[in-house]
């Protein structure tokens, strides 16, 4: 069964570069099918996607954060990776990995169970 | 971008009832719309894909309609469990944008 595992740090300070990484188990991230996708919630507010990527590196960025945004992917880790810079408090919030289903390729059916990054001085 | 707006933004409603849920589209998405619930603490779930189908293991008393820019999301005799809040999601084209949200309460 497909598992996905955010980690990375819980806490910022204003301006620093967030960088979380999602670890996928239970299948293989070189698949032809799927984007990896971020996608978080600030609390109390809706979801935001902020983008994919394809295990090729094929990417697609939200252009509201395209500046600040890297997704990479680590084929020999099986895992890919987040890095958002210049953070503020408004990049608080509840970060997600996500996959499609296999019969939807842009519906999520597999989560990771999210990970609270806040932004404080 | 693709505005998604979801009505109503809160809801109240009892075990047993039958609610419906709206999302508009700001520009055409053919069928590429989802929706999910999300419970707090926990990842969202998905419900309906492309407008209609049912993802694997969601009840049956779930039901998504629409195409272009309507959507309707169907609850048919709500369950204790229903009471969550949820989100369309449209897939048609990047950015994909989600609705703001819509919160069940009992």
């Known amino acids: 069964q497909l598992q996905l595992q955010e980690s990375g740090p819980g806490l910022l300070k204003p301006s620093e570069t967030l960088s979380l990484t999602c670890s996928v188990s239970?299948?293989?991230?070189?698949?032809?099918?799927?984007?990896w996708a971020w996608i978080r919630q600030p609390p109390g507010k809706g979801l935001e996607w902020i983008g994919m990527?394809?295990?090729?590196?094929?990417?697609h960025y939200n252009p509201s954060l395209k500046s600040r945004v890297t997704i990479s992917v680590d084929t020999s880790e099986n895992q890919f990776s987040l890095r958002l810079s210049s953070v503020a408090a408004a990049d608080t919030a509840v970060y997600y990995c996500?996959?499609?289903?296999?019969?939807?390729?842009?519906?999520?059916?597999?989560w990771g169970q999210g990970t609270l990054v806040t932004v404080s001085s | 971008d693709t505005q998604m707006t979801q009505s109503p933004a809160s809801l109240s409603a009892s075990v047993g009832d039958r609610v419906t849920i709206t999302c508009r589209a700001s520009q055409i998405i053919s069928s590429n719309l989802n929706w999910y619930q999300w419970r707090p603490g926990r990842a969202p779930n998905l419900l309906i894909y492309a407008a209609s189908s049912l993802h694997i293991g969601v009840p049956s008393r779930f039901n998504g309609s629409g195409s272009g820019t309507d959507f309707t999301l169907t609850i048919s005799g709500l369950q204790p469990e229903d009471f969550a809040t949820y989100y369309c999601q449209q897939s048609y084209r990047t950015p994909y944008t989600f609705g703001q949200g819509t919160r069940l309460e009992i």
């Open positions: 239970g299948g293989s991230i070189k698949s032809t099918t799927y984007y």
């Open positions: 996500a996959r499609p289903t296999y019969y939807d390729s842009s519906a999520y059916g597999h």
């Open positions: 990527i394809h295990y090729t590196g094929n990417t």
